[in-house]
C-alpha cells in the first residue's frame, strides 16, 4: 500500500467531482464522485483493507469504475485522471468554491472569460468592477462576493474551525491518552467542552504522577503531523488532515491539581474573571493550580467544591460563558435538569430517500428504535425544493402508505408523517391548509432568499406564522456556520410573534447549522416558547451523529428537559405541538 490515509482518499474524490463541476459534467456524474467521499468518510473499516480484499464495491454507490480509481490512489498514490484534471485549471482553483456566494458554474464562468482561478483574483476582478460585466452577475453579485471573500477567509484562517470538525477528533485523542500509563484522570477542556459552535484548538487536561508516558503517547499518535512544544506539564502538537491544521495542547499535573486545572482550561475568561473577584471578596485565590486562602491550599476535588466554596449553583461546562449564569448560581436558580441525550425520546426533522436522504424509511425508522427511540417524524421536502428532490401532494400521499406499512412492522414505535415545507418569499407555505392539515408535523424552514434585507425577512416571518398549520419553525435564522451569515431579522419581535400563536422553535443539530444559536435559545425560552432538538437526519448515521450538537446548543442556551417537546412521548408531543 502506497497511501493508507481515509480522509486523503475523501478529500480527492470531492476534489475530482468539484473539478469535473467545474468543467460542467453531467451532474449525475459529478453526484457520485461526492456519494463515494460520503461513503469513504463513514466507514470505520481501515481503506487499504477494504482495498486489498476487493470490498470497495459492497459500499452502497460504489461500483466498478469508482472502486477502480480509489483501489488507483491507493496503491499508487494518485488517480491519473484527477492529476489530468488539476492541470487544466490553475492550482488554487478550487480555493473559489469556498466562496459561500460562488459554486462550480460560476467559478467556470469567471475561469474562462476572467482568468480567474484563486480567491485573490476574484477579489482583484470585483474591485476592478470587471466582474459585473457578466452575463448572470451583476453589481450587486459582485459586492455581495466581496463580502463573501471576507467569510471564506475567516473560515480558512485556521482561527476558528466547526465544533463538528474537531469534537470527534478531540474525543479520539483523548481515549487514547485515556490508555497512557499512569493516568488517573483526563478529560476535554476548552470551548471544546463548552460546545461552542466554532473551536480554534484542543485542550485536554490529565491527571498523573509522571507527565512523561502520558506525552510520549501523544506525540506518538498518528494523526500527530508536527511536535510544537513540550515542557514539565504541558506539551502541544499540531494535527493537520483534510480540514487543515489544528492546535492540541495537552496538560499533565498531579491529581490534587486537577479539578482546578480543569476548571481554569475549560474557561471562559469572562467566566473566571468574574468568578476570581468572588473569590478575592471571600479571602481567596482561584488559579490552576489551586484554590489557596492566604498560604494554606484548600482542598478541591472536583470543580463542584469550587462553587461550592463561593456559595454558588455548580455551573456546568457549556455554560460558563458570563451570559447570567454568575447571577443565577448565586442566587441558586441555575436550571438543574439541563437536556440530556438520554431524554430525548424521539428524533425529529428526518429525509429519506424519497427526497433528498441517503436511506429507507424502513432503514431510518429501524436505526432509531434501536437507539432506543420511540419515533420519527418523516420531514421530506416540499415541492417548492426540486433542488432537494421536493415532494409533491400525490409523493407524500404514497410515501403515506409505506409509512402505514413499517409502522405495521415496528412494534412500540411510530413514524410521524410530516414535511418540511418552504416558507416562501412572502411568507406563504408552500402547500395548501387543505393538504397541511393532514399531516402530523408540519416543519417550516427558508431555503431560498435569504438575502432579503431585515425588514422584508421579518414581514416574511411574521406572516408565516399566521398560517394556522405552522407547527415548527426549522433552522430558523438559516445560517451556515463560517460560510453564511444569519438572516437578518427583528428576532425578538419574531419570537414574542412565535409565542403568540403557538410556535415551536427547532434547535437543528446539523453540524453546519446549530440553529437557533445559544443565545437565541434563551431568547426563546424568556418567552416560555417550546422547542424541538433535531438532528436534521439525512441518512442512518446522522440519526446518531447530529443529536449530540442540537442537545449541547440547547443545553447550552438553559434548556431543561421540560422544555424540550421531544422529550416527552409520541402522544405528549403531538398534543404538545400547535393545535389547528
Not at 31 to 59: F, N, P, Q
Not at 202 to 215: E, Q, W
Not at 233 to 257: C, F, H, I, N
Not at 383 to 405: F, M, P, S, V
Amino acid at each position: 500500500m502506497v497511501l493508507n490515509d481515509k480522509s486523503a482518499v475523501v478529500k480527492a474524490l470531492r476534489d475530482m467531482g468539484l473539478l469535473k463541476q467545474i468543467k460542467g459534467e453531467n451532474s449525475f456524474k459529478t453526484r457520485a464522485y461526492e456519494i463515494a467521499a460520503e461513503r469513504i468518510a463513514g466507514v470505520s473499516d481501515d481503506i487499504g483493507e477494504l482495498v486489498s480484499k476487493g470490498k470497495l464495491t459492497e459500499l452502497p454507490g460504489i461500483g466498478e469504475s469508482m472502486a477502480a480509481k480509489i483501489t488507483e490512489l491507493v496503491t499508487t498514490g494518485k488517480i491519473a485522471a484527477l492529476e489530468e484534471l488539476r492541470a487544466e485549471f490553475p492550482p488554487a482553483m478550487l480555493e473559489l468554491l469556498q466562496v459561500p456566494e460562488l459554486g462550480p458554474k460560476k467559478a467556470k464562468i469567471l475561469h474562462e472569460q476572467l482568468q480567474v482561478g484563486s480567491i485573490d483574483q476574484l477579489e482583484a476582478a470585483c474591485k476592478a468592477q470587471r466582474v459585473r460585466g457578466l452575463k448572470g452577475f451583476g453589481q450587486k453579485t459582485e459586492e455581495k462576493l466581496l463580502a463573501a471573500i471576507e467569510v471564506a477567509r475567516r473560515s480558512s484562517s485556521g482561527s476558528r474551525r466547526r465544533l463538528s470538525q474537531v469534537l470527534p477528533k478531540a474525543q479520539k485523542l483523548l481515549a487514547q491518552i485515556k490508555t497512557a500509563p499512569g493516568v488517573v484522570r483526563a478529560s476535554l477542556g476548552g470551548s471544546v467542552r463548552r460546545m461552542r459552535e466554532t473551536v480554534a484548538d484542543v485542550d485536554l487536561i490529565v491527571s498523573a504522577a509522571d507527565p512523561g508516558p502520558i506525552f510520549k503517547q501523544l506525540t506518538a499518535m498518528s494523526e500527530v503531523a508536527q511536535v510544537l512544544g513540550q515542557g514539565e506539564s504541558k506539551a502541544s502538537v499540531r494535527l493537520y488532515d483534510a480540514d487543515g491544521d489544528l492546535q492540541v495542547d495537552l496538560r499533565v499535573l498531579p491529581d490534587e491539581d486537577f479539578a482546578t486545572a480543569l476548571h481554569h482550561f475549560t474557561g471562559s475568561k469572562a467566566h473566571h474573571i468574574r468568578l476570581r473577584s468572588l473569590a478575592i471578596e471571600r479571602g481567596l485565590k482561584i488559579s490552576e493550580w489551586g484554590v489557596h486562602r492566604g498560604e494554606e491550599k484548600l482542598k478541591i476535588t472536583t470543580e463542584d467544591d469550587i462553587y461550592a466554596l463561593l456559595d454558588m449553583d455548580p455551573v456546568p461546562p457549556e455554560l460558563r460563558e458570563d451570559w447570567g449564569e454568575i447571577e443565577a448560581a448565586l442566587e441558586h436558580r441555575l436550571p438543574k435538569d439541563l437536556i440530556t441525550e438520554q431524554d430525548v425520546v424521539g428524533n425529529v426533522h428526518a429525509h429519506t430517500t424519497w427526497s433528498d436522504g441517503r436511506n429507507s424509511l424502513e432503514e431510518m425508522a429501524r436505526t432509531a428504535q434501536a437507539m432506543g427511540l420511540k419515533y420519527l417524524t418523516v420531514t421530506e421536502h416540499s415541492q417548492t425544493a426540486g433542488y432537494a428532490g421536493g415532494l409533491k401532494e400525490e409523493d407524500l400521499k404514497r410515501q403515506w402508505d409505506e409509512i402505514d406499512a413499517v409502522n405495521e412492522k415496528l412494534k412500540g414505535f411510530t413514524l410521524l408523517k410530516g414535511v418540511e415545507s418552504d416558507i416562501l418569499e412572502d411568507g406563504r407555505l408552500d402547500y395548501p391548509d387543505s393538504f397541511l392539515s393532514k399531516l402530523d408535523v408540519v416543519i417550516c424552514s427558508i431555503h431560498q432568499r435569504h438575502s432579503q434585507n431585515e425588514e422584508q425577512m421579518t414581514k416574511r416571518m411574521l406572516a408565516a406564522f399566521d398560517n394556522p398549520f405552522f407547527m415548527i419553525w426549522g433552522h430558523p435564522t438559516g445560517r451556515l456556520l463560517l460560510k453564511r451569515e444569519p438572516a437578518p431579522m427583528r428576532m425578538e419581535q419574531i419570537l414574542d410573534k412565535a409565542a403568540e400563536r403557538g410556535i415551536t422553535i427547532e434547535v437543528n443539530g446539523s453540524p453546519e447549522r446549530l440553529d437557533l444559536s445559544a443565545e437565541h435559545v434563551r431568547l426563546a425560552l424568556q418567552r416560555k416558547l417550546k422547542l424541538v432538538v433535531s438532528t436534521d437526519a439525512h441518512s442512518v448515521s446522522e440519526l446518531h451523529d447530529h443529536l449530540p450538537y442540537a442537545v449541547g446548543t440547547a443545553r447550552k442556551g438553559w434548556a431543561r428537559k421540560g422544555d424540550i417537546l421531544n422529550a416527552r412521548p409520541v402522544k405528549d408531543f403531538k398534543a404538545g405541538l400547535r393545535l389547528h
